[in-house]
Structure formats: C-alpha cells, structure tokens
C-alpha cells in the first residue's frame, strides 16, 4: 500500500488559496495523499482549522493561515508561513474567489466588481508574486482557477467571467516569462459541487438542471475525485512539459 512518503508529491510544499472547502480543500486533500505538505488558507479560522484536521489524517504535514487573498500582506505571509515551516515551495494553487453569482451587468455596482476582482485577479497576483522568488532556484508548478463562465459568458456573470478571463491572460504571459526558471504556470477550469456552487444551483432549479444536461458525462464533478486528479498532473513531474494551457476539467461541458 503507497504511503504518504511514497507519493507522486512526496518532499513538495504546496499552498492552496481558498483550501477550507470546495475545489480549495479537494486539491488539497489529493496533494496530502501525494505526500505532500500543504499549507491553506482562507478567512473562516474555524473552516481552516477543520479542513486541517481532515489532511493531517492523511498523513500529511498541513498548516492554515487566515487571510483575504485580495490583501499583499497576507499573501506574503501565506508564503512566508509555507518556507519556514516546510522548507521551501513549489506549488501553488490559487483556488480562492468571491463572488455575487446572478448579477446582471446593469446592476454592478463598485462594491460588488471590486470584491471579485481582488478576491481573484489580484489574489492570484499577489501570491504569484510572493511565491515565484521561492521556485526560481528550483522550478515549480503554478495553478490558477478559471471558469467556463468566463469562457462561455454566462448571463449573470460579467465581473465574475472578467476575473476568470484575466487570470488566464495573465497565466499565459507569466509562462512565458516563468518558463526560463523551469516555473510552469497553468489553468484549470473546473465543474464541480463545492457549497458555493451547491447554494446557487439550489437557489436556481431550472438552471441547475439545464446546466446539468450540458454537461456531456451527465454529472457535476467531486472536488477531489474528479478535480483533484487534474490538478496533481499539473503539480508534478508527469506534466513538466506542459505550461501556459487552459484544462477544463467539467465532464465535457466546454470543448476548444
């Protein structure tokens, strides 16, 4: 039976915005069994220290920092946190976002535009910035989350599929950049039921199913199961020839 230090991630370091729940806490779970270490974070210290538990059961050296990854400062200290308690880093996944899904574009207000694009665009920036000094001596794997929203353009989703559209310009140009460090950046837009995701599509029966329907597999994804996987590729060595592309990991909703 492989053990924690026996697996495809064994001796990484890994951060995982957003790891509390969701995608965030099925990425992070699927790296612990890799043997990982991986360090959280999020704004509920009561989530965090939960979904902490939950990986430190797995076998794996797991730590949290509060924060909102929209803020520089917390951003620098998630990755502070990560090199002094494991040593070093060498990925990074930006999983965390807010939104206010169903907004239409005549009803967005400043508050509401600033909210998504801090929690997304500049989180990912911020930590990318932090990281990235980490894993020039060594190389590393970077994860950025988008959406088929932004893809697609889903009626009620303009600041939300602006965020995710930017996050995949600026992961492309920053593989470019990145590539001479042996750093790969790479996108993952996923289709899965974390609880942001199970309260809309409650609140909204009829979408939900139309939704469901065009999905070509016929179900919504596990974070772990079926994100997870996907994301543990791109973090290790089988994919280290792959940098600047866009996956989308949604049972065959979006084809390109």
Request: aromatic share 6%; hydrophobic share 40%.
């Amino acid at each position: 039976m492989e053990t924690a230090d026996m697996g495809k991630l064994s001796g990484k370091t890994a951060i995982i915005t957003g790891g509390g729940q969701g995608v965030g806490f099925g990425i992070a779970c699927t790296y612990a069994r890799e043997g990982a270490a991986v360090l959280i974070t999020g704004r509920d210290a009561g989530k965090l220290e939960a979904a902490v538990a939950e990986i430190g059961k797995l076998g794996a050296r797991a730590a949290f920092v509060t924060g909102t990854a929209g803020v520089r400062a917390d951003a620098d200290a998630a990755v502070a946190k990560a090199v002094d308690l494991f040593g070093g880093l060498d990925i990074l996944v930006n999983n965390a976002q807010t939104s206010k899904p169903a907004t239409m574009f005549e009803d967005l207000d400043d508050a509401t535009l600033a909210l998504t694009m801090e929690s997304g665009l500049y989180g990912t920036i911020h930590h990318m910035q932090a990281a990235v000094p980490h894993m020039k001596a060594r190389g590393g794997s970077i994860i950025n989350l988008g959406s088929r929203e932004g893809i697609y353009g889903g009626v009620g989703f303009s600041s939300y599929a602006a965020t995710k559209e930017a996050i995949r310009g600026l992961s492309r140009s920053t593989a470019r950049e990145l590539g001479k460090y042996k750093i790969r950046v790479n996108v993952i837009c996923p289709a899965a039921l974390s609880p942001v995701a199970v309260q809309y599509l409650a609140a909204h029966p009829a979408e939900a199913e139309a939704y469901r329907k065009d999905i070509s597999l016929g179900y919504f994804g596990d974070c772990e199961g079926d994100i997870g996987p996907v994301a543990l590729f791109l973090a290790g060595d089988d994919s280290r020839y792959v940098s600047g592309q866009t996956i989308n990991v949604d049972g065959g909703q979006t084809m390109l």
